[in-house]
Every structure is written in C-alpha cells, then in structure tokens.
C-alpha cells in the first residue's frame, strides 16, 4: 500500500497550509521540497532563482524528488513546477498518492498578490502571468494526479477533511 500523501498544484494552491493541516491530522510527517531546498542551499528560492537561474532550480527538484525517502507516512507538498519534469513524477507516482489541489487563476491571484517569494511572478501582470502558466501546466496536473480536490470553495480544514475522506481505504 502507497502510504505517503504528495500534493502537487499551483503556485499559492495551499499545498503547504494544507498539507501541513493533513499531515498533522493523519500523523504524518511533513516535509517541503521548497524549503528542503532552501535548507540545503542556505538561500531563498528567489535567490537560486536569481543568481543560478531556473534550470539550475529544476536540477536541485530532481535530485531532491530521487532523494526522497521511500518511507511511509509523509505529507510532501511540491513546487508547482515539479510536474514539468515527468521523472519526478514517476519517482513521487511510486512513494505515494498523488493530490491536485485545483484552483482558480482569481484564488491563486488573491492567494499570492503580495508575496514577493515567487520569483515567477514578480512580474508586472501577476494575473495575467497565472493565467498563461496555468494554461501550460493544467494538463499536466490533471494527468497525474490519482485525485483532484477543488480548493477554491472551502476553508483548510474541510479541505483536509475532503481529502481524508477521499483517501478512504488507500492510507493507514
Ligand atoms: C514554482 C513554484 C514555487 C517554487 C518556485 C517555482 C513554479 O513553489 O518551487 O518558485 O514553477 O511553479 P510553490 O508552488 O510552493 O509556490
């Protein structure tokens, strides 16, 4: 039985809120590939962005993603670029279950409009940017995903409730 819980979405999707809300309801351990990342490079993903460039970002994702332990009980939240690279989705296919969180380009704009640490979306039109990037990647995370959960109605703790309702039998 697959037993990790790994949320894949959006930037400003709620991965990280919610997936630490589940991972304390379940009793898993939480783990971020975003801050992992920041952790082992001591900088911010601003500044990986900004003086290493994004490749060298989606390099330091894949090697995280292949790192990963293979125990069990582990909400991990993604970068919402984790999907562009279809290795890292298989690695994560093969430790757990995977969650869309699915939201709107309005709720993601409200979600994220004054947080400067994304550094795709410091950019004039924020909006529109969202837009055209979820355009991209929507298929992508919809095709992966083993459950889709609409986030853009409900607060975090039903959420949580939905996807442990979802996860039905498939977890322990
Ligand atoms: C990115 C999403 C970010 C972070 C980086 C790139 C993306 O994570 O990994 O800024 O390409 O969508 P969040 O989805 O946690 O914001």
């Known amino acids: 039985m697959k037993t990790n819980i790994v949320l894949i979405g959006f930037m400003g999707s709620g991965k990280t809120t ?5 991972a304390y309801k379940l009793k898993y351990l939480f ?3 975003d801050k992992k990342i920041e952790e ?3 900088i911010s993903i601003n500044e990986i962005f900004r003086i290493y460039g994004e490749q060298y970002f989606r390099n330091l994702e894949k090697t995280f993603i292949k790192k990963l332990s293979n125990s069990n009980k582990q909400v991990i939240a993604t970068g919402g670029g984790i999907i562009k ?4 989705i298989e690695e994560l296919k093969s430790k757990g279950i995977i969650i869309y969180l699915n939201a709107s380009p ?4 409200n979600n994220i409009k ?3 640490s994304r550094p795709l979306l410091q950019v004039e039109n924020k909006m529109e940017t ?3 990037i979820l355009n991209e990647r929507k298929f992508l995370y919809e095709e992966f ?4 959960i609409d986030i853009s109605y409900n607060q975090v703790d039903e959420i949580t409730q939905i996807i442990i309702d979802k996860l039905g039998g498939k977890i322990f």
């Open 85 to 88: 690279n279809k290795q890292n």
């Open 114 to 116: 004054d947080d400067d």
């Open 18 to 22: 919610i997936g630490i809300r589940l």
């Open 106 to 109: 309005e709720h993601i704009y």
């Open 130 to 132: 969202i837009q055209s």
């Open 31 to 33: 783990i971020d590939t």
């Open 40 to 42: 082992e490079m001591g």
């Open 145 to 148: 995903a083993d459950i889709i």
